[in-house]
């Protein structure tokens, strides 16, 4: 399997702008977790799915931020609008199982907001 | 809210020392993983511990679990410079979410 997919591995943009970042959980498993991870605040659980459904979205800071997951091979995470103290590293990770198990994290997004 | 306090937050060593990393709680989790990410990359799973004194090991890593399941220990024998990144605990959430609450994480520098 390709594990978890990222993309873009970097994005530059201007405070302001719509950034959409996007995910491919690996095939089969039913969870899905969007992070981001900061120097000062370590790593952060933003929002997480269990077959396509949000679970547990208190993590996401604000309304500027949202999470969609239309079908079990894809999910985005859109911050709209961007500001700079969103720049840091946006992670996807899956799960084959709802409970437990191993998390397989992607490569990550650098978000840069300038 | 469940949080989880790693400690030391970095540690720069010698080639060949040992060294022991902290992971403690006030919460207990139904089990603990202990993650390793290197620099550009997504966090990696190294171990789950979920009973309360299990202890692991996984080459010259050794990995202990709580009694009480609040707290957790990695220690590295004779580290070498492949050893070097961040370290990370993350407890499992006891509810039915199987939700990761992670530490801060502990950055490990290991030199030649």
């Known amino acids: 399997d390709a594990g978890v997919i990222q993309s873009p591995r970097h994005e530059v943009t201007e405070m302001g702008q719509e950034v959409t970042l996007r995910c491919k959980p690996i095939?089969?498993?039913?969870?899905l977790f969007w992070y981001r991870q900061t120097m000062m605040r370590g790593l952060e659980l933003l929002i997480y799915?269990?077959?396509?459904?949000?679970?547990?979205d208190s993590g996401m800071p604000e309304d500027r931020f949202s999470a969609k997951m239309p079908n079990a091979s894809f999910s985005t995470l859109k911050i709209q609008p961007s500001e700079p103290r969103d720049s840091a590293v946006y992670f996807c990770?899956?799960?084959?199982?709802?409970?437990?198990?191993?998390?397989?994290f992607g490569p990550g997004t650098r978000l840069t907001v300038t | 809210t469940q949080l989880l306090e790693q400690s030391p937050q970095f540690l720069s060593i010698q080639e060949g020392e040992n060294l022991t990393v902290y992971c403690n709680s006030s919460?207990?989790?139904?089990?603990l993983q202990w993650y390793r990410q290197e620099p550009g990359e997504g966090p990696v799973l190294l171990v789950t511990?979920?009973?309360?004194?299990e202890v692991k090991k996984l080459k010259r890593l050794t990995f202990q679990f709580g009694d009480a399941r609040k707290d957790s220990s990695l220690h590295i024998t004779a580290a070498q410079p492949g050893d070097t990144g961040l370290y990370l605990c993350?407890?499992?959430?006891?509810?039915?979410?199987?939700?990761?609450?992670f530490g801060q994480g502990t950055t490990l520098q290991v030199k030649p």
């Open positions: 990770a899956s799960r084959r199982t709802q409970l437990g198990g191993e998390q397989y």
């Open positions: 095939s089969g498993h039913n969870s």
């Open positions: 799915f269990n077959n396509n459904v949000p679970i547990d």
């Open positions: 919460s207990v989790f139904s089990s």
């Open positions: 511990v979920v009973t309360g004194g």
């Open positions: 993350a407890g499992v959430s006891g509810s039915n979410t199987g939700k990761l609450i």
